[in-house]
C-alpha cells in the first residue's frame, strides 16, 4: 500500500486548498477511504472518509460544511477541498486506507496563518 499526500502549503484564514492523494499498491476502487489531519498538541483526528464507489461521504463536525472529499476510481486519486480555512486546521494532512490511520502514507502540512 503506498499513498501519498499532497497539496498543502501557507495559507491566510478564510482561504482554500485542494490536497491530493495518489494511491497504489492495492485495488483502489475496492476500498473506502479517509483523510485524517495531526494538528499541534493533539492526536491523530480523522476528519472525512468516503465509500468505495464515492456515493456516501462523512465528516467530523470540525470541518463539516467547509472540507469536501471527493475521489476518482480511474485514475487511484483522493481529495479534499478545504474551504474557509482557520488557524486551527493547521497541521499535516495524511490519507488512509483504514478510518484509524494504520494504513496512511506520507502527509503534507498545510498551514494556515496571516
Known amino acids: 500500500v503506498q499513498l501519498q499526500a499532497s497539496g498543502g502549503g501557507l495559507v491566510q484564514p478564510g482561504g482554500s486548498l485542494r490536497l491530493s492523494c495518489a494511491a497504489s499498491?492495492?485495488?483502489?476502487?475496492?476500498?473506502?477511504m479517509y483523510w485524517l489531519r495531526q494538528t499541534p498538541g493533539q492526536g491523530l483526528e480523522r476528519i472525512s472518509g468516503?465509500?468505495?464507489?464515492?456515493?456516501?461521504?462523512h465528516y467530523a463536525d470540525s470541518v463539516k460544511g467547509r472540507f469536501t472529499i471527493s475521489r476518482r476510481n480511474a485514475n487511484n486519486m483522493l481529495y479534499l477541498q478545504m474551504t474557509s480555512l482557520r488557524p486551527e486546521d493547521t497541521g499535516s494532512y495524511f490519507c488512509a486506507r483504514d478510518e484509524d490511520g494504520t494504513l496512511r502514507g506520507q502527509g503534507t502540512l498545510v498551514t494556515v496563518s496571516s
Open positions: 468516503i465509500s468505495s464507489a464515492g456515493s456516501t461521504t
Open positions: 499498491g492495492f485495488t483502489f476502487r475496492n476500498y473506502p
